[in-house]
């Protein structure tokens, strides 16, 4: 009942003309952010973090919030019209997502995807506010072993997105891996595959690759076949969603809500994980499973739910135990310290005003969300009426700009440049671009996550499996190949007989 009078008194405090404001105007730069692709939301973060300087600290926590409820989302939008992610957790949105608009679906396709990011952020937000201390009790709970167990469930996600091609696919994800070692060591500061060449000593970012492979790889493919990406008309009018497209992704929407919420209380686990993991366990159950990657409205729906409900779930271990869940929390916590606020179980008892403002503003913002979102996304549509050539100069100059604002470095633009071509020889010859991908993003996490659990505990392999959670999500793992690998065994079983 205290929960409750809190809550309200939240909602009183959010729905103040200025944090309001506030709120509304992180949304937009979020969503903007995650749009473009080699911005995204978490550098918009970064970038809005010196203006928190002259708030208050609430209202700074509803300014980022909203950029990070907004930016986690804006990502689909670009994902989904032109096949360019703009953040690494919308790249399934790529799956299904652009094959309905090159149906002429793209007005269809945001529309289920605005819904289900809504809807798994805002169950995301309840869980933040009424679950907080049971979960945080539990994150605390994780160590190396568990972030590594998490992160090795997502490589082994990928065996679901394979179809029919388990080794090309992983050969394919084994690459990324490969790329994704380029660098320094994590661990003993040992220069990996660089060459001589000093900018390679840096590492080569998944924003990079991705940007490359999808974008800029796009472009060559579209040129050379001459497509055009215009929406269709059906009866005079753009393919849109109707309510009964919304009822018949719900259980793909409470599965996908689930396990981001799940994933997101993991520290250090974030949306990308949620994201993949969620379509692979959706096309394991879904009676459209072998359809995947053509554009089925539930490989695009569970994703989106997923990501959008690791938002909520990320800020549980930040605001009780003053653990970030991700990066955007880190950022987060970066603005409550600078404001001398530190979070943790005593921040509810001294300043419980704040807290709950926090959680009200979460709310208000995922509902707000389907308005932003579909309004930016009406803004992007009109990229679809152009002609391809226009269109494509459009997608090469801002996939040049992106790939240089990573890191300021006109290495990272030859780099994006040769990922393109790399991308549309992939896409040629069949070669799945999206495992590739997966590795760079997932591949260096995993392998710090290894070397510090075994410095951690005296190179002794056997901890992944004595500790109970880690053992578990391993377990998990186990399950999900044979479960993934079953219908191709059962098929080499029958041409055996």
Known sequence: MAALELLGGGFLAAFQFWAFMTIVTGLLVGVVAG?????????????????????????????????????????????????????????????????MTKRGEAKRALTIAVTASAVGGLVSALVLTFLSAPFASFALKFSQPEFFAATLLGLVSVIAIAKDQPVITMVSLLLGIAIGTVGVDPLYGQARFSFGVPE??????????????????????????????????????????????ILNVKGAIARGTGIGCLIGMIPGAGATPGA???????????????????????????????????????????????????????????????????????????????????????????????????????????????????LAAFIIVLSVVGAFGVRNNIFDVYVCLAFGVLGWGMKRVGFPSAPLVLGVILGPLAERYFLTSMANFKQDWT??????ISATILGF?????????????????????
């Open 200 to 245: 390679m000593e840096s590492g080569i970012r998944f924003v990079v690759v991705m940007i490359g492979l999808f974008a800029i790889g796009e472009v060559i493919d579209l040129l050379a076949t001459d497509r055009d990406l215009r929406p269709k008309k059906t009866g005079g009018k753009a393919i849109g969603a109707k309510f009964r497209d």
């Open 35 to 99: 749009a473009l692709p080699g911005i995204s939301f978490v550098n918009a973060m970064a970038m809005a973090l010196p203006f928190t300087y002259v708030m208050e600290p609430t209202q700074s926590m509803l300014f980022l919030g909203g950029i990070y409820v907004g930016g986690v989302f804006g990502g689909s939008i670009s994902a989904i019209l032109i096949n360019v992610p703009g953040t690494p957790a919308s790249l399934p949105a790529t799956w299904d997502g652009y094959p």
């Open 477 to 497: 793992a186990l399950i999900f190949i044979l479960w993934s690998l079953a219908p191709g065994l059962k098929r080499a079983l029958r041409r055996q007989e």
């Open 463 to 468: 901890v992944f499996f004595t500790r109970p």
């Open 276 to 390: 993949v993991i969620a379509y692979g366990i959706e096309k394991q159950v879904s009676k459209r499973g072998s359809e995947f990657g053509t554009g089925v409205e539930e490989g695009l729906a569970a994703p989106e739910a997923a990501k959008n409900a690791t938002t909520g779930a990320a800020m549980v271990p930040l605001l009780t135990l003053g653990i970030p869940g991700s990066a955007a929390t880190a950022i987060m916590l970066a603005a409550m310290m600078l404001h001398g606020v530190s979070p943790g179980p005593l921040l509810f008892i001294m300043d419980p005003t704040m807290v709950y403002t926090i959680f009200a503003a979460m709310i208000i913002a995922n509902i707000l969300m389907i308005f932003a979102g579909i309004g930016v996304a009406q803004l992007f549509s009109t990229l679809m009426r152009t002609p391809p050539a226009i």
